[in-house]
């Protein structure tokens, strides 16, 4: 686009937002204060080919935010001109704008912006108004100008509704409702009747009404999708209460909110303070034997482990897939996991010989069935797409060599189609840049030097992660390897030859973009014998 930009840069479908360098833009003023020094917030529409300069400054301080016809950003009050954009007197604050693509009409929410980036989901941005920074007004009626404030601004009406609360570590949100903690110091109230006032007690507000309710329980960070939050609540917490059943109090146990039915459900489970999804109204999540009431929960003999258990708000059924395993993957229906092979009893679930691996298994947790993919995982891709997942495979967990190089010390990148049950190697080594499955695209950073000490890129040596996108056949199949290419004495014939297995799979499977032809030796029937 030639157009030097700073900072992250946020896409969502065509649309790409980003901010320009003022300085490194030839020292050009893009927002007509007189200077050259600021960062300038640009919006480029691929369908159109057409950049939209904004001319407005942005804070450095705070990442834009793009959803759909929304454009959600922080203007800095010095940078733009030295300009009051919260009517409190002075050029000194952060202040969220709104920019609606469709209409091209910039809103300023005319509020100092406090503590982390603004959150854009649909047509709800929720942030925190600084008390000290928004003329010294008191928005909570605590007496006092100290405080973060949690607001809500609806981008179809206009209106900003101001919450009166201060949240506490971190705030979710879908367009039915936002989730967040509440301080009880911060308020000198005690909000889940435990006697103290020393919890994050969970809150939500209805977009539908309007309206905020105290769930009474000490829950701090909570998970949201549609109309369901869940949280995991501290015994602790809420009053040194057994909240499992299992006789102590020293638990973290899993509570979910729905708005639907406007009940909160206690499913009574000790999980980890991480390793968990929710997405469709289902929760995916670990539970922890020794903390279960030493619960043996996988059936090999110990309470060690910590076992994967789904909960479906729809029908408020709790699934134990019996499963020890780390890391979870989830898009609704299906859920990728790491399973080890220590904590399933000491079971060789690859077929190497120990019981020392990580192994993939992949759920569909609506039919309840789980499949053992039976390949090393070293990492899972952070999203499951049209039934499809991305890993990358241990050589050493294998102890096979995956992408041909002659050795078995890399990652080697993986497809896997739930459809069909297929795990394709990509035959490339990923390197620490990772790899993203978008659609039915995956980007990886290859490993030239585990790639063979192949240079992919050009530049002379084989130190570097060359980017690469891979795009996913339907259905998924191997990528056929190429063992040798001979080319003719004369130099009119070259003789390729691939992989009889990996060939045999590809005809049968990818008709499309596999032929075998024989026509006298006019290999594509051009009517010569030169290509």
Known sequence: LGLSILGLHQVDGSLVAFTVNEASQGGTDLNGDGD??????????????????????????????LDGDSLAFVVSESAEGNTDLNGDGDVFDHVPHVYDVSSGITHNLELALGGGTPQLVGNLLAFQVRESWQASTDLNGDGDVLDLILHVHDIGSGSTDNLGLQPGFGVSMSEDLVAFGVKENGLGVDLNADGDINDTVSHVYITSTGTTVNLAIAGATPLVDGTVAAWKVSETGQGSTDLNGDGDTHDIVWHVYDTVSGTTTNLGLATNPFQEALQDGRLAFFVLENQQGNADLNGDGDATDQVLHVYDANTQTINNFGLAAFSVVFNGSLAAVRVTESGQGGVDLNGDGDTNDLIVHVVDVVNNTAVNVG???????????????????????????????????????????????????????????????????????????????????????????????????????????????????????????????????????????????????????????FN
Not at 41 to 65: K, R
Not at 378 to 402: H, Y
């Open 375 to 529: 390949l090393t995982v070293f990492s899972l891709s952070s999203r499951i797409e049209n039934g499809r997942l991305a890993f990358s495979v241990s050589e050493t967990g294998e102890g096979k060599d995956l992408n041909g190089d002659g050795d078995v010390s890399d990652r080697v990148l993986f497809a896997y189609d739930a459809s069909t049950g297929t795990a394709a190697n990509l035959r490339l080594a990923t390197s620490f840049s990772g790899f993203s499955l978008s659609g039915n695209h995956l980007s990886v950073g290859v490993n030239e030097a585990s790639q063979g000490n192949e240079d992919l890129n050009g530049d002379a040596d084989t130190d570097d992660s060359v980017m690469h996108l891979v795009r996913l056949s339907s259905p998924l199949s191997n990528v056929p390897v190429i063992e040798s290419v001979d080319v003719g004495a004369e130099l009119k014939s070259m003789t390729i030859q691939l992989n009889e297995t990996d060939l045999d799979e590809a005809l049968a499977t990818d008709v499309a973009n596999y032929r075998v032809r024989t026509s006298g030796g006019d290999g594509n029937g051009d009517g010569d014998l």
């Open 36 to 65: 050259a020094v600021d960062l300038v917030q640009h919006l480029f529409d691929a369908s159109t080919g057409i950049v939209t300069n904004l001319g407005i400054a942005t804070s450095p301080f705070f990442a834009s935010q």
